[in-house]
T-cell receptor
Framework: KAGVTQTPRYLIKTRGQQVTLSCSPISGHRSVSWYQQTPGQGLQFLFEYFSETQRNKGNFPGRFSGRQFSNSRSEMNVSTLELGDSALYLC??????????????FGQGTRLTVV | SQQGEEDPQALSIQEGENATMNCSYKTSINNLQWYRQNSGRGLVHLILIRSNEREKHSGRLRVTLDTSKKSSSLLITASRAADTASYFCATGPALSGGSYIPTFGRGTSLIVHP
């Protein structure tokens, strides 16, 4: 069973540009969550998608957006990049069932560096 | 603010020793999960313990949960150099739509010296 796949693994962008990250969840998983990890703030929840709908959202500005496709693959977009957006972006997939007594499985992450 | 907070922030031990990490949280939970992260990589799920469970084992891992104290501990027995990683606890209530979003602490950095 394939795990969670994130592409690309590494990315270097210039301030002001925009970037799109991709996440393919485990087959059969309908929930995809995105996290930002930085040394200073730790793991911060960005948003969760379930069946192509954003179901929950963290406290990030509108420059951070996402979407989910019918095959459950998800993309995350960051517009007008700032230096502070440099981070490891992780996505996690799960069954997303009500009550949530299931594990979340993480991808290897995309390391974004903004210069 | 983070829901789960791990303690200690860093732990350095010799191979063969046991390592104990603690997690405290603030609100009621459905379950608590422990994850491991090797440097700069994704998180690996270790174990999930439900709110009605008190102890759970998986190989060399032992997790306890005390809901009255809102705390959990992760014990790694007979540690190995390969156990060197950051360990996170994740908690969170069910949110809107029934989804469960793990909320992470800052982690415990474990170093096991060979």
């Amino acid at each position: 069973k394939a795990g969670v796949t994130q592409t690309p693994r590494y990315l270097i962008k210039t301030r002001g540009q925009q970037v799109t990250l991709s996440c393919s969840p485990i087959s059969g998983h309908r929930s995809v969550s995105w996290y930002q990890q930085t040394p200073g703030q730790g793991l911060q929840f960005l948003f969760e998608y379930f069946s192509e709908t954003q179901r929950n959202k963290g406290n990030f500005p509108g420059r951070f957006s996402g979407r989910q496709f019918s095959n459950s693959r998800s993309e995350m977009n960051v517009s007008t990049l700032e230096l502070g957006d440099s981070a490891l972006y992780l996505c996690a997939s799960s069954l997303g069932t009500v009550g949530g007594n299931t594990e979340a499985f993480f991808g290897q992450g995309t390391r974004l560096t903004v210069v | 603010s983070q829901q789960g907070e791990e303690d200690p922030q860093a732990l350095s031990i010799q191979e063969g020793e046991n390592a104990t990490m603690n997690c405290s949280y603030k609100t009621s939970i459905n379950n608590l999960q422990w994850y491991r992260q090797n440097s700069g990589r994704g998180l690996v799920h270790l174990i999930l313990i439900r709110s009605n469970e008190r102890e759970k084992h998986s190989g060399r891992l032992r997790v306890t949960l005390d809901t009255s104290k809102k705390s959990s501990s992760l014990l790694i027995t007979a540690s190995r150099a390969a156990d060197t990683a950051s360990y996170f606890c994740a908690t969170g209530p069910a949110l809107s739509g029934g989804s469960y979003i793990p909320t992470f602490g800052r982690g415990t950095s474990l170093i096991v010296h060979p």
